[in-house]
């Protein structure tokens, strides 16, 4: 039974009584318990077992205390069933064996059929709401980020080949991110019917392009994803890094809040999104490697300036690194639920 929705709360805009907190990779392998279970299971194997996968989103939960727990997964694990063929190699990301080299490529694609293609997906999502009180992420990988493991077969650089088919083969481009789109839509409302309580897009490599070809080669498919969302009611929240010069075409997608790094002050993110949208994030990853009094510093900082207005949720700016010590997190998450309440108290009572 959900019993603390001020995660839900912060993305609508509303009056919270403290900040929400939550990690994105707040499962994996700085953790123990996951590195235990992954001596004996591939992550591909623990998205496939019900109970596993549940117990691994729930872990985060259980020892940070965060306010959100995101369904274990990872942004490639619906593109098996549409024909990529990936695997997920050690330190180094996704590779793929059968790049997309052109409009054959694209056309040769498989529409996804969630239930019948990821049915434990959604059996981890049923589980989770049994045994959850905070909401579930549900989740799925972007258009450009998706397309650019999909071209390049693996984790680039410069996204030279991503780049190219853009500009120079508009066709199987434009199929691509359609064709993206469709199974995007598909498989988050699949999420959210079965109990996703909000949803994230990680587009995290969108950062790469300049502004003017995001808005003429992607920012119509993203329009169309929220919009295909859009009925369900549930928050949608709009992740990319490096994504500073992108923000004010970010407010026009269509999502309740967009995630931010921490390369983009909170009030310059604020003043690029116009009040449109919450703000997601924004702490280096690499910080909480610092001593606990400069983590503090900074925290302090940014809930500092998040909570000049509603809807803000606290994040880091990208994913949890692997090195991180647990108890810095727990103490991080515990600093920041309890200094913003009591600025958020101090406030109401001097208003
Ligand atoms: O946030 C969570 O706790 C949920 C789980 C989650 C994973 N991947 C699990 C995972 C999420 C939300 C993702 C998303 C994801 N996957 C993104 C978008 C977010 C981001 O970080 O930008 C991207 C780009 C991927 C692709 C991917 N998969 C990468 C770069 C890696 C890391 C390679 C490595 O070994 O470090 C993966 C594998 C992966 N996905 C791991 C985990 C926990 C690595 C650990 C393992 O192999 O057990």
Redesign the pocket.
């Known amino acids: 039974m959900l019993n603390n929705d001020v995660f839900l709360r912060a993305l609508r805009r509303e009056k919270v009584e403290r900040l929400p907190v939550w990690y994105?990779?707040?499962?994996?392998?700085y953790q123990a318990e996951?590195r235990e279970i992954?001596k004996t299971h591939t992550?591909e194997e623990i998205c496939l077992n019900p109970a596993l996968c549940a117990q691994v989103t729930r872990l985060?939960v259980e020892q940070l205390g965060v306010d959100a727990a995101?369904?274990?997964?990872?942004?490639?694990i619906p593109l098996g069933p549409i024909g990529v063929q990936y695997s997920?190699?050690?330190?180094?990301?996704?590779e793929i064996a059968n790049p997309i080299r052109g409009l054959s490529d694209v056309q040769a694609l498989r529409p996804i059929r969630p239930h019948m293609d990821l049915p434990h997906v959604l059996a981890t999502i049923q589980l989770l709401k049994t045994q959850l009180e905070v909401p579930l992420i549900g989740?799925s990988?972007a258009p450009f980020?998706l397309a650019s493991y999909m071209i390049e077969g693996g984790?680039s650089r410069d996204y030279l080949r991503t780049k190219t088919m853009m500009h120079q083969d508009p066709k199987a481009w434009s199929l691509l991110m359609e064709q993206l789109g469709e199974l995007i839509v598909t498989y988050l409302r699949a999420q959210v019917k079965a109990g996703a309580d909000a949803v994230q897009v990680?587009d995290?490599?969108v950062g790469s392009l300049a502004p003017v070809d995001y808005r003429q080669h992607v920012l119509p498919v993203m329009q169309k994803i929220f919009a295909g969302l859009q009925d369900l009611g549930v928050p949608s929240i709009y992740f990319g890094?490096n994504t500073g010069e992108l923000l004010g075409d970010f407010a026009e997608v269509g999502a309740s809040a967009v995630g931010i790094d921490w390369r983009v002050p909170i009030p310059v993110a604020r003043q690029r999104t116009q009040g449109k949208v919450a703000l997601q994030g924004n702490l280096d990853p690499a910080l909480l490697f610092a001593p606990w009094p400069v983590i503090e510093e900074r925290a302090r900082a940014i809930v500092d300036e998040a909570v000049a207005q509603p809807g803000f949720v606290f994040n880091l700016g990208?994913?949890v690194l692997?090195q991180v010590n647990p108890e810095v997190l727990k103490n991080l998450t515990r600093f920041v639920g309890e200094y913003s309440g009591r600025v958020i108290n101090a406030r109401k009572e001097f208003a």
């Open positions: 994105m990779r707040q499962a994996g392998r996951y992954r992550l985060p995101i369904l274990f997964s990872d942004i490639m997920l190699v050690k330190d180094r990301g996704p989740f990988g980020t984790p990680f995290s490599w890094v990208h994913g692997p």
